[in-house]
């Protein structure tokens, strides 16, 4: 069966420096989907960051990009020169891209340090 | 574009009420899902389509029921409401299988049961 792990329930940055959040899943398949959601106070569910799997580029939206490593089936999220606005909970999801369901990590709440 | 709109968004019920969280979307995606939230915690899958006229149990069911006529909605009805039903509850609908595939939110819908 599918799973997503984020292994980090809680980290911390200070302002302005650069953290990564880390995601890994389980799965046979080889043509996926990975995305990494962000959930502020306001509990909207803010799409971040999407991957292709079989792109092996690793995806880039401003400030955010991850690191995709797809034999060790690791998806994680660096943020760069982080900002109070970016204190949320963050998702990682996986979609099989077929007909399964998508699976969500558990989450990891990030805070910004002033 | 109006996306994935849920209501209401907030509502209050009494032990043993029913009702009924109406989603609905219009970009003509084959899933949908609902999820509830608890405080401080991830997404648990509740139910979810892979289109009209099929439906699957997530992760807890129990105490809800949703139905799947057209490709635009996806009702999730709770049935005698209890105070463990307290969440917000989240509507997402998916184009998977398609390419460019990503999972779109409603604003979520805030339930409390007193």
């Known amino acids: 069966a599918q799973t997503v792990t984020q292994s980090q329930p809680e980290m911390s940055v200070q302002e302005a420096e650069t953290v990564t959040l880390s995601c890994t899943y389980d799965?046979?398949?080889?043509?996926?989907?990975l995305f990494w959601y962000k959930q502020p106070p306001s509990r909207q569910m803010i799409l971040v960051i999407r991957q292709e799997a079989y792109k092996q580029q690793n995806a880039t939206e401003n400030r955010f990009s991850v690191n995709f490593q797809k034999a060790a089936k690791s998806f994680s999220l660096k943020i760069s020169d982080s900002q109070l606005g970016d204190a949320a909970m963050y998702f990682c999801?996986?979609?099989?891209?077929?007909?399964?369901?998508?699976?969500f990590g558990k989450g990891t709440r990030l805070h910004i340090l002033p | 574009n109006a996306g994935v709109t849920q209501t209401p968004k907030f509502r209050i019920l009494k032990i043993g009420q029913s009702m009924t969280l109406q989603c609905t979307q219009d970009?003509?995606?084959?899933?949908m899902y609902w999820y509830r939230q608890d405080p401080g915690m991830g997404l648990k899958l509740i139910y979810y389509s892979v289109g009209a006229g099929i439906t699957d149990k997530g992760e807890v069911p129990n105490g809800y029921n949703v139905s799947r006529s057209t490709t635009e909605d996806f009702p999730l009805r709770l049935e005698l409401a209890a105070p463990s039903q307290t969440s917000v509850y989240f509507c997402?609908?998916?184009?998977?299988?398609?390419?460019?595939?990503?999972?779109?939110f409603g604003e979520g819908s805030w339930l409390t049961v007193v």
């Open positions: 997402a609908s998916s184009n998977q299988g398609q390419a460019g595939n990503t999972i779109y």
């Open positions: 970009m003509n995606h084959n899933y």
């Open positions: 999801a996986y979609d099989p891209n077929r007909d399964d369901k998508i699976i």
């Open positions: 799965t046979s398949e080889s043509d996926y989907y």
